[in-house]
């Protein structure tokens, strides 16, 4: 039963993960992915924390979602502030810094 | 006046070549031959005292060399009866080269320098023949080879000129590093470089075996062989022999004085010199005879059908200087001695001779463009005539007690190389007079084939071009004879120590055999010197040559096609100088530039060196930071695929000590490394 909840969480992250890996049109989708990632991490520190019976893992958690909160304010913001100055937000687009 | 010997030749170099401004051609030219006239006369007076009167000098000048106790050298003059011969010869032949020359380069501009060269030439020579040890004969040695270097080349516009001299001074020095490796030798085995000391040893160190190349070697067969071979490059024995004739591109006095008296008789004067090590080392006295045998045939035979005047001359130096190699190979040290100083005469006489000609037919060298002179040059033709008699062995001249005597000498010594190099050396006799009437007949006596203009205008030389000739021919004609009994003669106290010659004790005395040879063997040489010099008139007077080579390039038979193939052959030398440069030397240049400047210097170290490694790492970080393409999702990968990576190979080992952290950390950097060439061949969109 804790194995499945843990591959539940690990594929998650794994999705969320290639989502931004694979995903190479929509930076609100990378967003979107990496707010799925910090979910799965929720989910898997919630489920420790209900299985180990030990509350640190749901105050993790509740830090996690309202950094997640703030960061996805925050990366909203840029996005929006990153498309005055483009007129567009395609990942394709996004290479100005190579090395 | 021991002293003066050696340094007036340097003295007199010096004021030439420094004050040749304020002294002026003529000034230089006086001044310089005066010098060396004194020298000369001092020579003689020395000869008297050491040689005639026995009693040898040593001169200690001063230290040279001082390394504790393991390396003490002094300088030091010695003038045994060995050196005082060389002396005279040397001195006397320069004096009168000095004389000449102010003559015959009349009218050059650079006389100073000319004259500055040949008296430091001769310095060097007086400093190879005087010298006490090793070392000091070695200076000398190289000495002599930058003096050849810079006569060669005195009229140093002349490319030809160039290329002979850097000719001569290159294949002088491959000899020059065998006799390196000899000298090195003979410090290792005797732990000193002074004659006394390496001489008064050698007997105890007959059986002593040094490593050589990890092979194990009779050491002083070894050091016999490596002088020898450093012999065979200064006296133009077969193998190293193809400057000498090049050489003849220096004027004619420096023709004389280099290739008659002095330079290439430095080889051989090494070999006397080495008597006491070389008497020790029978395989190298076989080596040796073999070598200059084949010499005095080879030489002999390319003289035959040269054109060139000074060509001729030249081969037939080569072919005496095989005679006298041959001579020390049959350990007759005093013969060969002999016959260096009777042909440092006549050869002497024949260059500057072979000068008069040149200077009276307006630089006219080919023998086919001369001819007749006997009418418009008698005194030359004269000299020419009794140097040629000479050279050939002629009875009662010079050349006929010093070679014959080799002969016979040949012929006493019961071995098989005894008997090899009486049979060839006979041969090489017949060849000798053959060449030498030859070039009388082709040059003075055959009807004149040159331009009317030079008959016109050939004269006789002036007093300082004939004078030389004069004491030179007196020199061809009765040294033989005067000397002979001090040098040569049986039980002559003459050389005393200065040559060593082991007693023979299987089987009797050479020198003693020689003399009971029957009386129609003795005169074996004669005969065929004069049947080879009647053969030479026979087919030039009466124009065989012309019929017979009418014939090969008209008719077209197959003895035709062999005789012309043999002319060609001889005449080009046997191809030597081209198997040189097709085998030795282009290759040589060819690995210079492929194999050591492209491959290596341009090749390898600029892949491995500085240079390709700030390169190649260029080209490496060039693709490393491609790595950085600037896509969000690339970098994201990237990270995924490390931090995955990172996780495997740290959890795979659960023993995290510091070496298999390290190890599986570079594990992990190398993977990466892997993964950016992996993606070098991926498709990255680097460009909007």
């Known amino acids: 039963m804790v194995e499945q909840y843990l591959i539940l969480g690990f594929v998650l992250f794994i999705l969320g993960t290639l989502g931004i890996v694979v995903n190479r049109k929509n930076i609100i989708v990378m967003l979107m992915s990496l707010e799925l990632m910090l979910l799965s991490i929720n989910f898997v520190l919630i489920l420790g924390s209900a299985i180990l019976d030990n509350i640190s893992g749901q105050i993790f958690a509740f830090y996690i979602l309202v950094v997640a909160a703030a960061e996805s304010a925050i990366g909203l913001s840029i996005l929006v502030a990153y498309y005055r100055v483009r007129g567009t937000i395609s990942v394709k687009f996004i290479n100005l810094l190579r090395g | 006046m021991y002293y003066l010997i050696l340094f007036l030749p340097l003295l007199s170099a010096v004021i030439a070549g420094l004050g040749g401004r304020f002294i002026g051609t003529k000034g230089a030219g006086i001044i310089t031959t005066i010098c060396i006239m004194i020298t000369s006369l001092f020579s003689w007076i020395a000869f008297y005292e050491v040689g005639i009167n026995m009693s040898p000098v040593y001169i200690p000048l001063w230290k040279w060399i001082n390394v504790g106790t393991y390396l003490d050298m002094s300088l030091g003059l010695m003038y045994d009866s060995l050196t005082v011969t060389m002396l005279i010869l040397v001195t006397t032949v320069s004096s009168l080269v000095h004389l000449y020359s102010i003559s015959y380069m009349d009218g050059d501009p650079h006389l100073p320098r000319f004259m500055s060269y040949l008296s430091l030439f001769t310095f060097s020579m007086v400093m190879l023949v005087t010298a006490d040890s090793y070392l000091l004969c070695v200076w000398g040695w190289e000495s002599v080879g930058i003096c050849s270097y810079l006569l060669i080349n005195f009229w140093y516009t002349r490319i030809q000129a160039n290329k002979s001299a850097i000719k001569a001074m290159v294949m002088n020095r491959v000899g020059d590093m065998t006799l390196f490796l000899g000298m090195f030798a003979i410090f290792v085995v005797f732990n000193t470089l002074d004659y006394s000391t390496i001489f008064s040893s050698t007997y105890k160190l007959s059986d002593y075996t040094i490593i050589f190349f990890n092979y194990e070697i009779h050491a002083l067969t070894l050091i016999s062989i490596l002088l020898f071979l450093g012999a065979v490059g200064k006296s133009a024995q077969l193998g190293l022999h193809t400057w000498l004739p090049d050489a003849m591109e220096g004027p004619t006095p420096v023709s004389a004085l280099i290739h008659a008296a002095t330079m290439v008789t430095a080889g051989v004067f090494l070999l006397i010199r080495s008597s006491p090590i070389i008497e020790y080392a029978p395989k190298a006295l076989v080596i040796i005879t073999i070598v200059g045998t084949?010499?005095?045939?080879?030489?002999?035979?390319?003289?035959?059908?040269?054109?060139?005047?000074?060509?001729?001359?030249?081969?037939?130096?080569?072919?005496?200087?095989?005679?006298?190699?041959?001579?020390?190979?049959?350990?007759?040290?005093?013969?060969?001695?002999?016959?260096?100083?009777?042909?440092?005469?006549?050869?002497?006489?024949?260059?500057?001779?072979?000068?008069?000609?040149?200077?009276?037919?307006?630089?006219?060298?080919?023998?086919?463009?001369?001819?007749?002179?006997?009418?418009?040059?008698?005194?030359?033709?004269?000299?020419?005539?009794?140097?040629?008699?000479?050279?050939?062995?002629?009875?009662?001249?010079?050349?006929?007690?010093?070679?014959?005597?080799?002969?016979?000498?040949?012929?006493?010594?019961?071995?098989?190389?005894?008997?090899?190099?009486?049979?060839?050396?006979?041969?090489?006799?017949?060849?000798?007079?053959?060449?030498?009437?030859?070039?009388?007949?082709?040059?003075?006596?055959?009807?004149?084939?040159?331009?009317?203009?030079?008959?016109?205008?050939?004269?006789?030389?002036?007093?300082?071009?004939?004078?030389?000739?004069?004491?030179?021919?007196?020199?061809?004609?009765?040294?033989?004879?005067?000397?002979?009994?001090?040098?040569?003669?049986?039980?002559?106290?003459?050389?005393?120590?200065?040559?060593?010659?082991?007693?023979?004790l299987n089987g009797g005395d050479v020198f003693i055999d020689a003399e009971h040879i029957d009386i129609f063997t003795k005169w074996i040489p004669v005969i065929i010197s004069i049947s080879g010099a009647l053969l030479s008139l026979i087919i030039y007077h009466f124009n065989f040559v012309y019929n017979i080579l009418v014939n090969i390039f008209i008719t077209d038979n197959f003895i035709n096609n062999f005789i012309r193939k043999v002319y060609t052959f001889l005449n080009n030398k046997w191809h030597i100088d081209q198997i040189y440069n097709n085998f030795i030397a282009r290759p040589l240049l060819n690995f210079g530039h492929n194999t050591t400047y492209k491959t290596f210097d341009r090749g390898w170290i600029e892949i491995f060196g500085p240079f390709g490694i700030s390169k190649s790492i260029s080209y490496i970080t060039k693709n490393f930071s491609a790595l950085q393409s600037g896509f969000i999702y690339n970098y994201a990968f990237t990270i995924f695929l490390s931090v995955t990576l990172y996780i495997t190979f740290i959890n795979s080992n659960i023993d995290l000590s510091l070496s298999t952290y390290f190890i599986n950390y570079l594990n992990l950097l190398l993977t990466l490394i892997l993964i950016r060439f992996v993606f070098t061949f991926l498709p990255v969109n680097k460009s909007i």
């Open chain 2, 294 to 504: 084949l010499t005095a045939l080879f030489a002999a035979s390319i003289g035959l059908v040269q054109n060139d005047i000074k060509k001729v001359i030249a081969y037939s130096t080569c072919s005496q200087l095989g005679y006298m190699v041959l001579a020390c190979g049959l350990s007759n040290y005093n013969v060969a001695l002999f016959h260096l100083f009777t042909h440092g005469f006549f050869k002497a006489l024949l260059f500057l001779g072979a000068g008069s000609v040149i200077h009276a037919m307006g630089d006219e060298q080919d023998m086919r463009k001369l001819g007749g002179l006997i009418k418009r040059i008698p005194y030359t033709y004269s000299m020419m005539l009794i140097g040629s008699l000479s050279l050939m062995g002629f009875p009662f001249l010079a050349g006929f007690y010093s070679k014959d005597a080799i002969l016979e000498l040949a012929y006493g010594k019961y071995t098989i190389d005894g008997t090899f190099a009486h049979l060839l050396g006979t041969l090489a006799a017949g060849m000798t007079a053959y060449y030498s009437i030859r070039l009388i007949y082709m040059t003075f006596l055959s009807d004149t084939n040159g331009s009317q203009m030079n008959y016109k205008n050939s004269h006789e030389s002036p007093w300082q071009m004939t004078l030389p000739l004069f004491i030179l021919s007196i020199g061809s004609i009765f040294f033989g004879y005067i000397f002979k009994d001090a040098i040569i003669g049986i039980g002559s106290p003459f050389l005393g120590n200065a040559i060593f010659i082991k007693p023979n």
